[in-house]
Every structure is written in structure tokens, then in C-alpha cells.
DNA sequence: ATGGTAGCGCTGCTA
């Protein structure tokens, strides 16, 4: 089975980028981030034509996630376990049932800044998720939370270290997070597929960073051990990020033999 | 050199 997860930043800016990469990388499973839609603008026909069944989770404008599948797709839930009234422009969680895996689909907050009250608001989020994940299942059952997480794991998820000192997307607090889910039962799996590598999903737009290798590792797909176990290939897709209006983000998939 | 670009939507916010 193969999943990936792409943050699009806006599937109405994208959708042509988004057929055109399902119709060659040919995803089982794809989680999307900021499509920065209303449920009702989202173009669920245009992906049943190419053989997905489609979820989406948006309140438009900001945010706004999605989870598209080719291998069943049942007992979608949007948001957080047990929230009576979901925010919609805070939509950053949907789940389904995709093939026989619990698949989620992550839009963590920015955070801004370590002085911002929405870095605090990051570090609930994250916190939520993993109250979510103990509320909703098991680590020895297959999972795979996948997303734009903003967070990059360790120092080598970033081009540069030092000009990550005191910043969002690399603070203790942060990966203490990551951590936290590790404890759960998620491991990283494309890290345990490539090892040392320095391997980027994300680009700043500006001052040409793409072109100059200044990127982050910032969309993960986090599993449980029986899919960690069955991890075989992966690929971050920078194809994906060059040519005519890409996203910022690289889509990244891992197969896993299942 | 604290710049630079993109998306949304119409003013400035978010990333």
C-alpha cells in the first residue's frame, strides 16, 4: 500500500498539480494539508474520476484537510474524539479507515513564534493528538498519522541548525511532542527508511531557497509497529515542488507491504 | 542585507 501526504497550500491553486501527480505517482492513500476550502467547494468529482473516494475536513480560506482512497475509505471523523462543536477554520484532523489502516490526515498549527500565544496553541495540538490517538486506537494495530506536522524531528531535518536556534519548527518543546507520540507508538518512517540522510519536504518561497537546498523535513508519516515493519521504499517527491506554481511542500510516500 | 514569495481577497494576514 502506498501512502503519502502533501500539504498543497490551496487544492483550488493546485488541483491541476494534484491530478496530475495522483495519475503518475499513483498513491493508495493521500492525506492533504491546507487545501484552504469549504467542504462544499471541495471537488470530490474530480477525484472519483481518477478512482478515490474522498473525505474532506475545511471551513475555507485557512487550513482545511483531506484524505482521498483508492482502498475503502469508512468511518471518517473530523476533528479531535469527543469535540461537540468543531471550529471549522481550525480544521487540522480527519480520519478514516483506508485499506485497513487508521489513517489521518494533520495540519499542525505554525506556532509563529516562541513568544506567541499560538505557539502554546501548537503545543496543545500536538498534545490533543496524542490524547486523540490513546481515545481512538491502538499502537499495535496499524496507524498512520500523516501530515504537515511543523515540526522538524532532529537537526538534521533542517539545512542549517544554527539558524534554528530559539525558533518554532525546532524547540525542545516541539520534538518533546514528537516524542511524546513516539511513546505512544509512532515512529517516523520515512527517517527509519533513509537513515542519515538529509532529505527536505518543505521550501520558503522566497529568495529562491528551493533552488539552494534551504528546506525543512516537516511532513512526516507517523507509524505504528506493524506498519513500521512493513515500510519497504519512500520518496519525497521534489519533482513536485519545481516547474509552474508548485506548492511549497513536497509530497512524500512510503510503501508499505500490506 | 531581517530581505524575499505565494494565496486569499481586497486589507493585511498567514505561512
Not at 477554520?89 to 490526515?105: P, T
Not at 490533543?128 to 490513546?134: E, P
Not at 519497504?232 to 512524500?252: E, F, M, Q, T
Amino acid at each position: 500500500m502506498r501512502i503519502a501526504t502533501w500539504n498543497v497550500n490551496s487544492l483550488k491553486a493546485r488541483l491541476e498539480r494534484v491530478e496530475e501527480w495522483l495519475a503518475y505517482a499513483k498513491p493508495d492513500v493521500l492525506c492533504m494539508q491546507e487545501t484552504k476550502l469549504a467542504n462544499s467547494a471541495f471537488p470530490a468529482m474530480a477525484f472519483e474520476s481518477l478512482g478515490y473516494e474522498s473525505a474532506h475536513h475545511g471551513g475555507g480560506r485557512w487550513n482545511g484537510v483531506a484524505i482521498l482512497s483508492r482502498v475503502g475509505l469508512a468511518d471518517v471523523v473530523a476533528g479531535f474524539s469527543g469535540e461537540t462543536e468543531p471550529d471549522p477554520i481550525e480544521s487540522r484532523l480527519l480520519s478514516a479507515d483506508c485499506g485497513g489502516v487508521r489513517v489521518s490526515s494533520v495540519y499542525v498549527p505554525n506556532g509563529r513564534s516562541l513568544d506567541s500565544e499560538h505557539y502554546q496553541a501548537k503545543l496543545t495540538w500536538l498534545s490533543d493528538l496524542t490524547d486523540h490517538l490513546t481515545n481512538t486506537c491502538r499502537p499495535d494495530a496499524p496507524v498512520a498519522v500523516c501530515g504537515d506536522f511543523n515540526v522538524a524531528p532532529q537537526d538534521r531535518d533542517v539545512f542549517d541548525p544554527t539558524k534554528f536556534k530559539a525558533s518554532t519548527h525546532t524547540s525542545d518543546a516541539e520534538r518533546a511532542a514528537i516524542a511524546r507520540l513516539r511513546e505512544w507508538g509512532l515512529d517516523d518512517a520515512f527517517r527509519a527508511l533513509y537513515g542519515q540522510e538529509r532529505l527536505f519536504s518543505w521550501w520558503d518561497y522566497r529568495a529562491g531557497d528551493f533552488h539552494q537546498g534551504r528546506g525543512m523535513r516537516i511532513d512526516l508519516i507517523l507509524t505504528t509497529q506493524p506498519m513500521m515493519k512493513a515500510a519497504r521504499w519512500g520518496l519525497i517527491d521534489r519533482n513536485a515542488r519545481k516547474g509552474k506554481s508548485p506548492s511549497d511542500h513536497a509530497p512524500v510516500l512510503i510503501d508499505f507491504e500490506l
